[in-house]
């Protein structure tokens, strides 16, 4: 990924050859298991995938943060806000 979050292809010297995909907000992590097998996640739970023609995103199921209980008290009893 690039500075901007973009992603990109690279020179072996580190220069940028052309930007491939743009469009789904700032990408800060890229993995891959080859050319037709890539994935990119970002900010906002954003994951997109390449498979050697088109990026698509990936729905990513996220647990359900209205469900869990937390805690009224500290360890001493005191009320939390």
Known sequence: T???GHVATMQQDGRLTEIIYSD???LS???GSSD???Y???YAGVVMHYDGSEW???DVPLADQSAKSFPTQ???GRPLP
Do not use: E, M, Q, R
């Open 2 to 4: 690039t500075s901007l």
């Open 74 to 76: 500290d360890k001493f």
């Open 29 to 31: 992590s890229i993995w």
């Open 24 to 26: 789904s907000g700032y």
């Open 40 to 42: 990119a996640a970002g």
């Open 56 to 58: 698509t995103p990936v």
């Open 36 to 38: 037709t097998n890539i």
